[in-house]
């Protein structure tokens, strides 16, 4: 346990650990609720704060044993879950392929899982050549799945707080992100969307009146019309005035979505915030894509089918990095680092 000076200056620097990460959070959380460093915080906090109750526990014999009870249920859950996880990913990966249309991004799940299945199988290959290349490799591996697991963690957070954060963000007007037609109509993963987006619009009635809602999206060489204009039909039938209605029918992509609908906005005299609605695993996204954007929005989802969610998660984490690369180059340094001490290491034994 050491001697009371040493627990003290422990105890000292975990509190000021927790006070400082808490004060970033808060600030950060002020700042923009969008951002992704705000998930970061929170694991930081998290750390600080396991470590705090850890000290506090040692100085008392019931504490300690209570502390461990809950540990050891705790990584017993947490070793299940991660037991049953790659199962899982890769049965729901096969059922999301054969319901919706194979490619890459659909089938993350199932790459996901099959990857967690083959992980100890290559580190195991790697660890009986007992050299210092396969060393280091072995050492890299982890070390990839160590970073990768705390940007996915990081992620993860940022998603759960900004979902809680964003349901009450105050708006001016509503911008629907579009989705693929069906025959030319609204699909039912876009009808969700718009449902949501006119309950978005009573929710806030008596703070704002009747907020204008933009249904966002051009035509797909695929599609017989603009989503934008099956859109504003399907609210117009569901009893949204006609004048709270403006079409937005040019977009491509998401980053259009937003731009256009945005210029639409002010060109009608209408300043933001704004509040953007979409499915819940791509409303984080939206709403880092409007920070990136400068758009004063928050995103809000509609729920989305179980079995669908698990790889379009995936996709939203994958493209979330790739816009966030200063994040990938450390992790790349982290690897890089680990694998090479490791190789010297064992190549002076």
């Known amino acids: 346990m050491g001697p009371p000076t040493e627990f003290a200056a422990r105890n000292l620097a975990a509190l000021l650990g927790v006070l400082v990460v808490g004060a970033a959070l808060v600030w950060s959380l002020r700042r923009d609720p969008r951002a992704l460093r705000n998930g970061v915080l929170v694991v930081l906090l998290g750390h600080y704060l396991l470590g705090s109750v850890a000290l506090l526990t040692v100085r008392s ?19 299940l879950g991660l037991a049953l996880l790659p199962l899982l990913l890769v049965v729901d990966g096969v059922l999301v392929l054969r319901r919706e249309s194979r490619s890459l991004a659909n089938a993350l799940s199932l790459l996901a899982g099959l990857s967690m299945i083959g992980f100890p199988v290559v580190l195991v290959a790697l660890l009986r050549h007992e050299n210092p290349v396969t060393g280091a490799l072995a050492v890299g591996l982890l070390t990839a ?63 704002s009146g009747g907020l204008p809602i933009v249904p966002s999206g051009g035509q797909g060489v695929d599609e017989l019309r603009a989503e934008g204009v099956a859109m504003a039909e399907w609210l117009r039938q569901h009893d949204v005035p006609a004048e709270d209605v403006l079409v937005e029918d040019r977009s491509r992509t998401t980053r259009e979505n937003l731009r256009f609908s945005a210029r639409l906005l002010e060109q009608r005299g209408v300043p933001g915030p704004y509040l953007i609605v979409t499915s819940n695993y791509h409303a984080p996204r939206a709403a880092l894509l409007a920070r990136r954007l400068g758009i004063d929005a928050q995103a809000i989802g509609c729920p989305t089918a179980l079995y669908y969610w698990p790889s379009a998660y995936l996709r939203e984490f994958v493209a979330v990095m790739l816009d966030h690369r200063a994040l990938l180059a450390l992790s790349g340094l982290a690897v890089v680092g680990m694998a090479g001490l490791a190789g010297l290491s064992l190549a002076a034994a």
């Open 61 to 79: 014999t019931g504490l300690e044993v209570a502390t461990g009870v809950v540990v050891l249920a705790a990584a017993a859950l947490v070793g």
């Open 145 to 207: 799945q160590a970073c990768a697991g705390l940007l996915f963690l990081a992620f993860a957070t940022h998603t759960a707080l900004y979902a809680w954060l964003a349901r009450r963000a105050e708006a001016r007007a509503v911008i629907v992100l579009g989705a693929g037609l069906v025959g030319g109509e609204v699909s039912p993963l876009l009808a969700a969307r718009l449902h949501r987006a006119v309950t978005a619009v009573e929710e806030r009635r008596e703070r």
